[in-house]
């Protein structure tokens, strides 16, 4: 790897640590109260079946799997934010192979909500204002949805970069998760909760370190005591909804594999930050790796898996609407998007009869 980092712009550097500020300055949340079921339910017949700008449902059946777009933001600068350890050359020419212009190099951001007509689940909560105005537009499409934030009972939290933790409270510092429990696994609770979590490896100016490191404590302190801790590699937390530990990114960087009576799906979280680049090339590391040899160790076995297991999946920064699937390539792997469906409640195409893991 290269011995100098990123030289990321002051700004982004300023608006991790202003993000974080904000946050910091909060009251933690109120405790949560027991919920009713949700009054937004599964849909299950096409005519009430509707895709959004800014929303893409999918059915496994008995279960409505949502991705929520947050927006986009600019990789500034894209290289070496993007493959620390490749040369300029070598990423250009990756730009170059897959259509990418150099000069918009764009990051994506996404959510998940998972209705099971029981509960209302959630994971990652968006940006906020952490990446700037083109992001943090996650309540908006929720709102769109029709979704009732109200019944939003659990918050997965795969990690505590600001990407996922931003938008817990609203612009005015008001609480919009006001039952929720939040979750998430125990070792990144505790690497974030000490004095000097180690970014050693992580190659970002210690500008932006100090603003993550600031981010995730706050939000540690905003969740309070409603959060509920995981320690093991797979956590079943519900029979929709099981997570697993798979560290690299951060310390406690946790997946999701979603269950249905007709179908699974998975989540991949932080796995892959660049679609254009990390899946030709995943050995390649990105700045915000906390281990960039674990997490590109763990990118190729988790990816590894989606290729045998031929399951649909998505990601936090897959392109909108981030659904498809992984493909072995040469020596490295190939995102096929899946075909957008009007209809997914008429469709066989996330109709994996695989056994749960």
Known sequence: MPETTPALSRRQALTFAAGSVAAAATATLAPRTALAHPTTQPHTHADTFTQGAGYYRLSLGNVEVTVLGDGTFPFEPAHPTIGTNASEADFLQALDDAFVPHDHVTGHVNALLINTGKRLMLIDVGCGQAFGPTVGFLRKHLAALGAST??????????????????????????????????????????????????SKAGVPDAMKAGITQAAKAALKTIGNNLELISDKRTQLDPALALYHCPGHTPGHTLAGLYGDAGQFGYMADLIHFPAVQFAHPDWHIAFDADPEEAADTRKRVLDYYVKSRKPLSGSHLPFPGVGHIAKHHDAYAYVPAIWQYDPTASTHYQSKLPAE
């Open 150 to 199: 109200a019944d939003i009972d659990t918050v997965v939290i795969t990690h505590l970069h600001p990407d996922h933790i931003g938008g817990l409270l609203t612009d005015a510092g008001a609480s919009w998760l006001p039952k929720a429990r939040f979750v998430m696994h125990e070792t990144e609770q505790a690497f974030w909760s000490g004095d000097n979590p180690d970014l």
